[in-house]
């Protein structure tokens, strides 16, 4: 009986490494983990190089998710401030009343917020710049009502929060790592806050100026304002409405030339990338 027990042992310790042999070749895997087990250095360094090199490409498509996810959520706000822009232009395109002024100070507002989300800052600057428009939104709006010059200075704070925005708004188009249809929204955004900004401009030499604004005593209004300033923007130039003082003319112009750069730059830019990059995803 001893004598069968040992004959036993000595066959399953046979069995046992040819068992573990025929593993080893059925799985190339298990075959570089055993040479790096049995001490071979360079079998062992290429399993280690394979691991590593794994683990940077996990990483890299982490890093690649985390920044397509961040990129849909700026997305969503890019597209929610043209709509928002949008809907203040046709607002000022279709009323003429006084507390226009008021509504104009409060939309501003909110595309500054908008914008301060958008902005590369840490969130204590991010909170800080919310404050700071909202503190002195309030206070054009207390003081639009009082007169004209203070009307004034109401709309020079409308275009200096507009022009914030839109420097932000293409600072973050230019540091994102792809050309999306999100980001052109966006582009989109800041030249619709062009427009509006040199309106605003326009409503505050009236407002503070005295005179007339327009040649020929043509109206001047939020409207009228609006209307000017897109079709410089835009160099159609229908010549219906004219600056008469030598500052509407001299804006005017620095509008025209900027439309023309943003067109010829920035927008034909990102629309040729987005095209590229749609074709070599295909």
């Keep these: 009986m001893v004598h069968s027990m040992l004959l036993a042992d000595e066959a399953m310790a046979t069995e046992t490494p040819t068992r573990s042999r025929a593993a080893?070749?059925?799985?190339?895997?298990?075959?570089?983990?055993?040479?790096?087990?049995?001490?071979?250095?360079?079998?062992?360094?290429?399993?280690?190089?394979?691991?590593?090199?794994?683990?940077?490409?996990?990483?890299?498509?982490?890093?690649?998710?985390?920044?397509a996810v961040g990129q849909q959520g700026e997305g969503s706000r890019f597209g929610l401030l043209l709509v928002l822009l949008v809907a203040s232009y046709l607002l000022s395109a279709f009323t003429t009343s006084r507390w226009i002024v008021a509504v104009q100070v409060v939309v501003a507002a909110a595309v500054a917020i908008l914008g301060a989300r958008n902005a590369t800052v840490s969130p204590r600057e991010a909170r800080l710049l919310v404050m700071a428009v909202l503190v002195g939104s309030a206070v054009m709006l207390a003081i639009a009502p009082i007169s004209e010059p203070a009307r004034g200075v109401a709309s020079l704070w409308v275009a200096l929060i507009l022009l914030f925005t839109a420097v932000v708004i293409v600072h973050r188009i230019l540091v994102m790592p792809t050309v999306t249809l999100d980001s052109i929204y966006g582009a989109v955004s800041a030249y619709l806050l062009l427009g509006l900004m040199f309106a605003a401009i326009f409503a505050a030499i009236d407002h503070l100026g005295g005179g007339h604004f327009f040649a020929n005593s043509q109206p001047a209004n939020p409207e009228t304002f609006q209307y000017f300033s897109f079709t410089t923007l835009t160099t159609l130039g229908y010549g219906d409405f004219t600056a008469a003082g030598a500052g509407g003319r001299a804006v005017a112009i620095l509008e025209a030339l900027t439309g023309q750069i943003f067109l010829a730059t920035l927008i034909a830019r990102l629309v040729s990338a987005f095209r590229g990059s749609s074709e070599r995803q295909r």
């Design 24 to 67: 080893t070749r059925a799985d190339p895997r298990s075959r570089w983990l055993a040479a790096a087990g049995s001490g071979c250095p360079c079998r062992g360094y290429r399993v280690t190089n394979a691991a590593v090199r794994g683990e940077r490409i996990n990483g890299r498509r982490e890093e690649h998710a985390s920044q």
